[in-house]
C-alpha cells in the first residue's frame, strides 16, 4: 500500500464519520450504534496513521517503505499503555 492509498484510505474514513455523525444528529441511528461505528473507525484510522508513520520512518532511515506492514488492533490501541 503506498503512502497515498493510505492518505486515501484516510480521508475515505474521516469522511464516513463526517457521514455517521450528520446521520446520528438527524436522529437517523441511534447513539450506541454511532458510539460503536466510531470506535470502529477510529481503530482503522489509528492503524491508517501507523502504517504511514512507519513508512515515512523507513524512508527516513534509508529503507524500503514497501516493507512496512499493518499493525495489529492490539499493538496500536495498546501504545499509551
Avoid at 506492514?69 to 499503555?81: D, H, K, N, W
Amino acid at each position: 500500500m503506498s503512502e497515498q492509498d493510505i492518505l486515501a484510505r484516510i480521508k475515505g474514513l474521516v469522511d464516513k464519520e463526517h457521514e455517521l455523525r450528520a446521520a446520528s444528529g438527524q436522529g437517523e441511528i441511534d447513539p450506541e450504534t454511532e458510539r460503536r461505528q466510531l470506535a470502529e473507525l477510529e481503530v482503522m484510522l489509528d492503524q491508517c496513521w501507523d502504517l504511514l508513520r512507519q513508512r515515512r520512518a523507513r524512508i527516513d532511515q534509508g529503507r524500503n517503505p514497501d516493507e512496512a506492514q499493518a499493525s495489529s488492533v492490539r499493538q496500536v490501541e495498546g501504545y499509551l499503555q
